[in-house]
């Protein structure tokens, strides 16, 4: 059981707008910015988000971050074919003196 | 161009112990705090520990404290992994990642890019 709660699964169609939930605790949203990272199969994890909102360069706009008390959100606008992929919200959590993932979500574009 | 490169995973048995290394160019090495996370077989990420700059705090998840020990040579440009009393559910790949705020910035307001390619640790009789 993962510390920040992310729905296993998402979709969309194509140049639809699709948004990823990140639900955590004061301990770590509520205290500490939220960063999201991007999986395509079999390589390495890549930043997308950081301090909840900001884009690294390199990153699409259609890409976006938000933060509201405990929970965190990722926004994908106009989805692409490439999009399908895995996406992970993370956090530093202050009681647990660690950093926490969620569970991860797996996005399809139908 | 920023670079990390995983180094040393591999088959070992329970209880054995394994040092992974990560190689560090392109950045200043000295100035950013590093970490590195674990992946098992069709899961998701696990944090696993990280170390400050000038490696002043250190931090482990519960699942490896004790177990596992974070270090790093500065002067070398490389972070390490010791493992120790491994167990079947150590099985993952892991990855080393740098810390995108550099100095004077705490772990609990940072992030990590880049990741390195990762290393495969199997431990199996």
């Known amino acids: 059981q993962s510390v920040l709660a992310q729905p296993p699964s998402a979709s969309g169609t194509p140049g639809q707008t699709v948004s990823i939930s990140c639900s955590g605790s004061?301990?770590?949203?509520?205290?500490?910015?939220v960063n999201w990272y991007q999986q395509l199969p079999g390589t390495a994890p890549k930043l997308l988000i950081y301090?909840?909102?900001q884009r690294p360069s390199g990153v699409p706009d259609r890409f976006s971050g938000s933060k509201s008390g405990t929970s965190a959100s990722l926004a994908i606008s106009g989805l692409q074919s490439e999009d399908e992929t895995d996406y992970y919200c993370?956090?530093?959590?202050?009681?647990?003196?660690?950093?926490?993932f969620g569970g991860g979500t797996k996005l399809t574009v139908l | 161009e920023v670079q990390l490169v995983e180094s040393g995973g591999g088959l070992v048995k329970p209880g054995g112990s394994l040092r992974l290394s990560c190689a560090a160019s392109?950045?200043?090495?000295?100035?950013?705090?590093m970490t590195w996370v674990r992946q098992a077989p069709g899961r998701g990420l696990e944090w696993v520990s990280s170390?400050?700059?000038?490696?002043?705090?250190?931090y482990y998840a519960d699942s490896v404290r004790g177990r596992f020990s974070i270090s790093r040579d500065n002067a070398g440009n490389s972070l390490y992994l010791q493992m120790n009393s491994l167990r079947a559910d150590d099985t993952a790949v892991y990855y080393c990642a740098r810390s995108g705020c550099s100095t004077n910035c705490p772990l609990r307001v940072n992030w990590f890019d880049p990741w390195g390619q990762g290393t495969l640790v199997t431990v199996s009789s």
């Open positions: 392109g950045f200043t090495f000295s100035s950013h705090s």
């Open positions: 301090s909840n909102s």
């Open positions: 170390i400050t700059s000038s490696s002043s705090y250190i």
């Open positions: 004061s301990s770590n949203i509520g205290t500490n910015p």
């Open positions: 993370a956090a530093w959590d202050d009681s647990l003196e660690g950093l926490v």
